[in-house]
């Protein structure tokens, strides 16, 4: 069980400490917290490209996923209201605000050896720092295309039973609407943002829901290993390396992460933004040793 996450914390309170480094290669901001009057932005500079960049990872098996049925809701295409949106030019706030992150599970903050031991999974580097810093500063909503046993079994070596009650929802493959024929089968799901936007917790939670305020493409991120779940809104897709749980695999792909999420926090329009600066994790990066 990893230990206790601290107490909760406001926006403006829970941030990594950032070294002020101009050498995003020396970026210590991943390696405790401190209370200042805002939290940190991004990596120093964030290389702009198409959203060809975030490319699908390779599978997990070498037979592709079969096409879901209509019954399921087959396969989903951007609006083009959504595309229109996101093709506008990108606007930074003047202060960071509380985003909706939508996390995924196995290939990206874990992964299962073997299926002999499907309980059995082994974390990502980083991975229970991260998600406490996520819980203690933006709103946390759980997204797996796992069955509800496995995913339980997942959130129960990441979170405490406290940090659980703090997601929004945890999902799992019960969620995505697929027949039966399809839940039993190996089908491509796929992660539709407006699934989650009008879920009553998950719209109850917004910070200004009272007057309103509602989730969607200018406010959420989808954290996932997978770009083509995310097909529906490619805009609100970060994409990262697919964890296998091998030794040689980049160790500090999270901490760019958290860096990337964080300049996010203070966009306008995250659809906007990451259109045109899009995740791209530095095999290169590395963190200094933490200061005694």
């Not at 390696?31 to 120093?44: E, M, R």
């Amino acid at each position: 069980m990893p230990p206790k996450a601290p107490g909760k914390a406001s926006l403006h309170q829970a941030r990594f400490l950032l070294d002020q480094s101009t050498s995003s290669k020396t970026n210590n901001q991943f390696l405790h917290t401190d209370h200042v009057n805002s939290i940190p932005t991004g990596p120093k500079s964030m290389k702009k490209g198409p959203i060809q960049q975030q490319q699908q990872q390779p599978s997990r098996s070498e037979s592709p996923p079969k096409t879901p049925s209509k019954a399921s809701g087959g396969v989903p295409d951007p609006t083009s209201q959504y595309l229109a949106q996101a093709n506008l030019s990108p606007e930074r706030l003047t202060q960071p605000r509380r985003i909706l992150i939508v996390m995924d599970l196995n290939g990206t903050l874990l992964h299962r050896p073997n299926k002999r031991r499907p309980f059995h999974f082994v974390e990502r580097p980083h991975a229970t720092t991260f998600l406490n810093y996520l819980l203690d500063t933006f709103h946390v909503a759980i997204w797996s295309s796992a069955r509800p046993e496995n995913v339980n079994k997942m959130v129960e070596q990441l979170l405490t039973p406290e940090q659980v009650k703090q997601c929004l929802v945890v999902w799992g493959r019960d969620s995505f609407g697929l027949s039966g024929e399809d839940y039993n089968s190996k089908v491509q799901v796929y992660k539709r943002l407006t699934a989650i936007w009008t879920n009553p917790r998950v719209m109850a939670a917004h910070p200004q829901a009272h007057k309103g305020g509602l989730w969607d493409q200018t406010n959420t991120i989808l954290v996932d290993d997978s770009f083509e779940k995310g097909r529906s809104e490619p805009f609100n897709m970060l994409t990262l390396p697919e964890f296998t749980g091998l030794a040689k695999e980049t160790p500090n792909v999270l901490p760019q992460v958290h860096d990337y999420i964080n300049e996010l926090a203070q966009q306008a329009d995250i659809s906007r933004f990451v259109r045109q600066s899009p995740f791209k994790p530095d095999p290169n990066y590395v963190l200094p040793e933490q200061p005694a």
